[in-house]
């Protein structure tokens, strides 16, 4: 085993805004048990956030309970940092004892599990197919070619926008759609004119923004093959330059906080928000606002040749552990549900807001409704369109330790570092961070 690889996950950062409607908070301890004593007919599976992940979980124990009456599912809530926690400490001892035998883990978090536990990981190739997926969500569970996860929800980004402001100052639903940043720059601009709203917020305290930016040109701060790849990123330049230029346009509002972050949008004081499709829910919390937002597609780069629109951030996928008892069972759950049910993605469009990375699931009636709040736009299909646009990357096994760092790199380069040298010394000192 390697240590490093324990070490990034358990040092792992608290959540950026950009996964906060990810990892929620709740905590529900669970009973430490002898596998060997536990019932063939008990599953019992590990996730966070009561409203997202756990409800999903239950609404798929229904379904499996239909045709399986006797399996008993226990779905256990548990706040992501304590289920990485957990998972690192009994891992790492060859202790199973409590462990789940389904676990929901992060995208970003997972080739770290695989390439330090690849034994203690379910080989779900029999279930569930790459090929069902979106490409960018597949990429990060599989080794040598083996499917080790069922891929969950879309974190596709997109651009949601209020209209009424955007025409008040004096664009168009069309022309939101196909943005580059710099046209998003020129209309944020007007926007700050004409209405005195800015365009967005930042929190200089999240790279969420250069985390999109970066994966919509296909790169990361690690490269294809998981190497740290820094100083001679030229997406990573572009993302820098491109988040400096909203700063320096005077379009953005500054927020430290996930609750500052919603109130902005929230009370009017933003007309834009960036980011993944999970927020749809927040947005939709102001209900005096139905029928003045509408959603496009995330911007590109246009000086980026790569960059494209379509992004990411967040997701997660279920997983199998497969010497705590119980694989066969397990593996059946997820093949009945989260791996091919469109009934259930369905009803989830409704009941949680999910978009789904499954394929089929754009065929799914609720895709094609038309949602009121957005002026009868058809958000999941358009959602559904573009998670299949999303750039595959590797995301490797560090990314939080990474941008740990990166946040004070980001900063002295907005405080006029030379860039070229800002990223060449923090390549130095990534590597050495996170060498193995």
Request: glycine share 8%; with cysteine.
């Amino acid at each position: 085993m390697k240590m490093k690889k324990v070490l990034a996950i358990l040092l792992a950062g608290a959540m950026t805004i950009g996964l906060m409607a990810c990892s929620g908070s709740d905590s529900k301890e669970a009973d430490s048990k002898d596998t060997s004593a536990k019932s063939e007919d008990k599953l019992t599976i590990w996730a966070w956030d009561e409203s997202f992940n756990i409800k999903a979980a239950n609404e798929a124990k229904e379904i499996y309970a239909a045709k399986n009456p006797d399996v008993d599912v226990e779905v256990v809530t548990m706040a992501q940092d304590d289920i990485v926690a957990k998972l690192n400490t009994s891992l790492s001892s060859g202790s199973y004892d409590g462990l789940p035998d389904i676990v929901l883990i992060e995208d970003y978090r997972i080739q770290g599990y695989l390439n330090a536990y690849q034994d203690d990981f379910s080989d779900l190739s029999d279930i569930a197919s790459a090929g069902d997926f979106a490409e960018y969500k597949t990429g990060v569970n599989q080794i040598d070619g083996k499917m080790y996860g069922v891929p969950f929800d879309s974190g596709v980004a997109a651009m949601f926008y209020r209209t009424d402001l955007i025409e008040e100052a004096g664009y168009t639903q069309d022309d939101m759609n196909g943005l580059t940043w710099d046209k998003y720059i020129e209309i944020g601009k007007a926007v700050k004119e004409k209405t005195g709203k800015a365009m967005l917020t930042l929190d200089p305290s999240d790279l969420g923004q250069i985390r999109m930016m970066l994966q919509s040109a296909g790169a990361w701060y690690t490269d294809a093959d998981g190497k740290v790849d820094i100083a001679d990123n030229q997406a990573l330049k572009d993302a820098i330059t491109t988040y400096k230029n909203l700063v320096d346009a005077g379009i953005t509002k500054t927020t430290s906080d996930w609750d500052q972050f919603v109130g902005a949008f929230n009370n009017g004081e933003v007309a834009s928000v960036p980011t993944g499709c999970w927020i749809s829910p927040s947005v939709m919390k102001a209900e005096d606002q139905s029928g003045k937002w509408a959603v496009a597609a995330f911007p590109k780069m246009a000086e980026n040749a790569d960059s494209v629109n379509a992004s990411s951030i967040g997701g997660a996928g279920w997983y199998v552990l497969k010497n705590v008892g119980h694989e066969d069972t397990a593996k059946e759950f997820l093949k009945e549900t989260f791996a091919s049910n469109i009934d259930l993605m369905n009803q989830l469009a409704v009941d949680i807001n999910l978009v789904s990375t499954l394929k089929a699931s754009s065929e799914a009636e609720n895709y094609s409704k038309g949602v009121d709040f957005y002026g009868g736009q058809e958000i999941f299909g358009d959602f559904a369109e573009w998670t299949n646009e999303v750039p595959s990357v590797n995301y490797g096994e560090d990314t939080y330790a990474i941008e740990d760092m990166m946040t004070e790199a980001v900063q002295a380069i907005m405080g006029g570092a030379d860039m070229d040298k800002t990223l060449a010394d923090y390549q130095t000192q990534v590597e050495a961070a996170v060498a193995q």
